[in-house]
Every structure is written in structure tokens, then in C-alpha cells.
């Protein structure tokens, strides 16, 4: 049987004896979602469970503190207690060997630069089901990216060092736009580095999150 260490918010179990399988934390404050999440990975072959937190504090703690334990870890964004990338920040930094799978419901262009720079070994959105939760997992034990259908063309078109891919479909002044916002410009400033009219960077700006599927409040929130 599982042992457990809890908080007020959250669990984590640990099973007894050794294994050769991915051990995954859950650390995600949708409780409906992270013990669905849960149940599938304790079902799956190859995947085992190491529970869940639900606040970044005590994912923090349990990583930092059980790492030998941890092979990968699921991290949702928007944690009650703190953001989900700055964990994946200081994770990446004290334990580059752990796999770090973003799993959020927010596709937000900015989310996924920051994610990018950390190396984050997926990210996925909640909507993409646990199947492909399971598949991205698999992927990087094996040293593999994963990232949903959308959030993959955004990290194309992010890239700072590659071209444009064929195939890719945003226009180039639309990637050029998309990738200054990212980046943490304003469409005011990214129209002057461009030489082109805010109304102008703003068209580029909706047309590459249509495009690409990320017309949503999320995405629009970085205008702000």
C-alpha cells in the first residue's frame, strides 16, 4: 500500500519497492482534473503516480526535498499560490535531469516563450486529454518534446534563430509581430521596431492567433 505525506491542499503518495517506470508528480489545483490525471497514470504501463499537489508551495518542498523519488512532473500555470513557471524555473535549475511537462489550459504566446527558454520538455494543453498527457510523458522519458498541435506552430514560429517553416501558416510579418509580443513588447513598440502602424501590428496580431487557433481571452491578456 502507498504511503502518504500531506498538506493542507494537497497529497503525495509514495509506493513502496523499487521500479523501472516513469514517476510522475501531478502538481495541478484543479483537483477534478489532477485525480482523473492520477487515476490513468496508476493504470497506465510504464507510468507511476506519485500523487498530487495542488499548491506550488508543497510541490516545491516534495521536488526539491524527494527528487531521487520524482522522475517527471506535470505543472499546471495558475497555482493559487504561485505561477507555475517560476517552479519550472527553479526546478529546471536545481534539478536539470527532471523531466518538466506543462499541462495548462492557457495557451497564452508569452507562456510558451518563457516555457521555450526553459527547456521544458512539453506543453500541453488541458483540452489535448490525458492520452496525450500519457503519450507526452512516454516521450520524454525518452528525451522527446511534445507540444499540442498549436502551442508546436507557436514554437516554431517563436524560434528566434529558425526561418520560417514551410508550411507554418502565418505570414512572416505575422510571426515578426507575434514573436515581439512574446517577447514582452507592447503592440505599440513592436509596430516602431517594425516600422509599421500599431493598427497595422494589431491586424498581425489577432491574424496570427487566428491562425493558429489562440484567439482567446488568455492570449488577448498580454495586450494589456
Not at 113 to 140: H, P, Q, Y
Request: aromatic share 4%; net charge negative.
Amino acid at each position: 500500500m502507498p504511503s502518504y505525506l500531506s498538506g493542507p491542499n494537497s497529497i503525495l503518495a509514495f509506493n513502496e519497492g523499487e521500479t523501472t517506470m516513469t514517476r510522475v508528480l501531478i502538481v495541478d489545483d484543479h483537483l477534478a482534473f489532477a485525480e482523473g490525471l492520477d487515476a490513468v497514470f496508476r493504470a497506465k504501463n510504464g507510468i507511476e503516480s506519485k500523487g498530487i499537489a495542488t499548491e506550488a508551495a508543497r510541490a516545491r518542498s516534495l521536488l526539491l526535498d524527494h527528487s531521487e523519488e520524482i522522475d517527471a512532473v506535470t505543472l499546471d500555470l495558475e497555482l493559487p499560490d504561485r505561477h507555475g513557471l517560476e517552479i519550472a524555473e527553479e526546478l529546471r535549475a536545481c534539478h536539470p535531469e527532471l523531466k518538466i511537462l506543462i499541462v495548462s489550459a492557457y495557451s497564452n504566446p508569452q507562456y510558451v516563450l518563457r516555457a521555450l527558454e526553459l527547456e521544458v520538455d512539453a506543453f500541453l494543453l488541458k483540452s489535448d486529454g490525458v492520452g496525450a498527457i500519457c503519450d507526452a510523458v512516454e516521450r520524454a522519458a525518452a528525451g522527446l518534446k511534445s507540444y499540442s498541435p498549436g502551442i508546436e506552430e507557436v514554437a516554431q514560429a517563436l524560434a528566434p534563430e529558425a526561418a520560417t517553416p514551410a508550411g507554418l501558416r502565418i505570414t512572416t510579418r505575422q510571426r515578426s509581430v507575434l514573436r515581439l509580443v512574446a517577447a514582452g513588447s507592447s503592440l505599440g513598440d513592436a509596430a516602431k521596431t517594425l516600422g509599421i502602424r500599431e493598427r497595422t501590428a494589431r491586424l498581425h496580431w489577432y491574424g496570427a492567433l487566428d491562425r493558429l487557433g489562440l484567439r482567446t481571452l488568455a492570449s488577448a491578456q498580454v495586450l494589456r
